[in-house]
């Protein structure tokens, strides 16, 4: 089945420790992109990338990195710079046209411990 | 600019009533708008989406949307609400900035149904 697979569905980190959270798709889609959601709140745009080896911040980088060195693959690392990391987090991708939907996995929950 | 505002934060209806769940749009072009549904700690599945079609829209679930362009609404409407709708609903409007294709989601709407 085609979509999108996002590991570990759940994440503890302690205070300090890089973690990354993994986002695959198997779709042949151009466009991926990960988003942050916090309870009662939408979703808020972290990176995003339109071809491999290219990507955008969004509108709350600070504190996350990824990278794009497969068209498949979209890893987000939440590093120690970012305050409070603690939310849910959602990986998409789409055909990067302005008129396709975005597909989504089904989340990951970071708590910091 | 483009920008999503979703009028109520919580709907509450009774199981077999009609729901309405409004969202108003501001695009500087002829817009791609999205309904998708999200329920707790899952990610987010799309409902309909209306792209310069049709501007009644049906979907998944018994639910439907009408593009109107004068007054920059889709709203999301079902004639008979389930249990199972109980869920967070976003509106979301897609653009192309300098870079490619992007997502502007509004807050959400939660909509209870009560027994």
């Known amino acids: 089945d085609g979509g999108i697979t996002q590991s570990p569905k759940y994440l503890f980190r302690k205070e300090g420790q890089n973690v990354t959270l993994s986002c695959e798709q198997n779709?042949?889609?151009?466009?991926m992109y990960w988003y942050r959601q916090d309870p009662g709140q939408g979703l808020r745009l972290i990176y995003y990338?339109?071809?491999?080896?290219d990507f955008q911040k969004g509108d709350i980088a600070e504190g996350y990195s990824v990278s794009r060195e497969k068209k498949e693959s979209f890893p987000l690392t939440v590093t120690s710079a970012q305050k409070n990391p603690t939310a849910f987090y959602l990986c998409?991708?789409?055909w990067g046209s302005g008129q396709t939907e975005a597909f989504f996995g089904q989340g990951t929950r970071l708590t910091v411990v | 600019a483009q920008s999503v505002t979703q009028l109520d934060s919580h709907v509450s209806v009774s199981e077999g009533t009609p729901v309405l769940l409004r969202c108003n749009y501001s695009?500087?072009?002829?817009?791609?708008l999205f309904w998708y549904v999200q329920h707790p700690n899952k990610g987010l599945q799309l409902l309909l989406k209306?792209?310069?079609?049709?501007?009644l829209v049906k979907g998944i679930n018994g639910f439907e949307a009408e593009f109107k362009k004068s007054e920059t609404s889709f709203h999301l409407t079902k004639p008979s609400a389930h249990m199972s709708d109980a869920a967070e609903y976003f509106c979301?409007?897609?653009?192309?900035?300098?870079?490619?294709?992007?997502?502007?989601f509004g807050p959400g709407t939660r909509l209870s149904v009560l027994p």
């Open positions: 979301v409007v897609s653009h192309l900035d300098n870079y490619g294709q992007n997502f502007v």
């Open positions: 998409a991708s789409s």
């Open positions: 695009s500087s072009y002829s817009p791609s």
């Open positions: 209306y792209t310069s079609a049709a501007t």
């Open positions: 990338s339109q071809i491999v080896n």
């Open positions: 779709l042949n889609h151009d466009a």
